[in-house]
């Protein structure tokens, strides 16, 4: 069974930094896409950013130049690196992994449980 665990969160006042961690569990055979998403409270769950096994990144333009994804593919781990923070950042982060368990399985995507941002004086 795959599990998703999320850590780093916590409190940080404007203008700080938080650093996101994601390590997959289980049984892997690869992981294709790693994401991180966010939710505030009356929000819709929305992309933050993406990277592929191939290096490819993407980020959505509230956090560009700010945030900093990354991925660590021999621990399975995935980074989100937060700097400049703002109140507006305030949700709770998922991470979010393509991957297949086997090799002759389908890709399938799972979830981490989430972990809370808050950013507030």
């Known amino acids: 069974q795959v599990q998703l665990v999320e850590s780093g969160g916590g409190l940080v006042q404007p203008g700080g930094s938080l650093r996101l961690s994601c390590a997959a569990s289980g049984s892997i055979f690869s992981i294709y896409v790693m994401g991180w998403y966010r939710q505030a409270p009356g929000k819709q769950r929305e992309l933050v950013a993406t990277?592929?096994?191939?290096?490819?990144?993407s980020y959505a333009d509230s956090v560009k130049g700010r945030f900093t994804v990354s991925r660590d593919n021999a621990k399975n781990t995935g980074y989100l690196q937060m700097n400049s923070l703002r109140p507006e950042d305030t949700a709770v982060y998922y991470c979010n992994a393509v991957l297949r368990e086997r090799e002759r399985d389908n890709r399938r995507v799972y979830w981490g449980q989430g972990t809370q941002v808050t950013v507030s004086s």
């Open positions: 990277v592929t096994s191939g290096g490819s990144i």
